[in-house]
């Protein structure tokens, strides 16, 4: 494990010696990306994007669960991301748009069950009206 760690930092150090000396400060922040502080909210926008991709089904394929889930989590986690320390904006941006596109997905969740309700209703009526024609 010694010498992982060792072989690790040598190569945080010659990215840090090519680095341009704007960037040193970004490279060198608590919630920079030598820490999970930054890697683990840049992979997290894999469910962002999935949960956009999911734009493209079909409403009565979404899972409203899953939306909930996904929402909640990231309501939650947003407001987590304040309050710890360091600050992690990255974070926060990422649950802010995971919060997003839950919730998006369970309006296009409700939009459709109630569309289909009424759609039913006009239905029902419809073929009330027809009977009662013949």
């Known amino acids: 494990m010694g010498a992982a760690k060792v072989v690790w930092g040598r ?3 010659q990215i840090e010696a090519v ?3 704007k960037l040193v400060p970004f490279w060198k922040a608590p919630a920079g990306p030598q820490t999970i502080f930054f890697w683990a909210p840049a992979f997290k926008w894999g469910l962002v994007f999935a949960g956009i991709a999911d734009l493209a089904r079909p409403a009565d394929r979404l899972s409203p669960s899953q939306s909930t ?3 909640a989590t990231g309501l939650i986690w947003a407001r987590y991301s304040l309050v710890i320390i360091p ?3 990255l974070l926060f941006s990422v649950n802010i748009g ?3 596109t839950g919730i998006n997905q369970l309006c296009r969740i409700a939009y459709y069950r109630y569309t289909l309700e009424k759609s039913k209703e ?3 009526i419809q073929a ?3 009977h009662k024609a013949n």
């Open 11 to 13: 190569f945080l150090g």
């Open 19 to 21: 680095l341009p000396r």
């Open 69 to 71: 889930a996904l929402a």
């Open 87 to 89: 600050k992690n904006w």
């Open 98 to 100: 995971l919060g997003i």
């Open 122 to 124: 006009s239905s029902e």
């Open 128 to 130: 009330s009206v027809e």
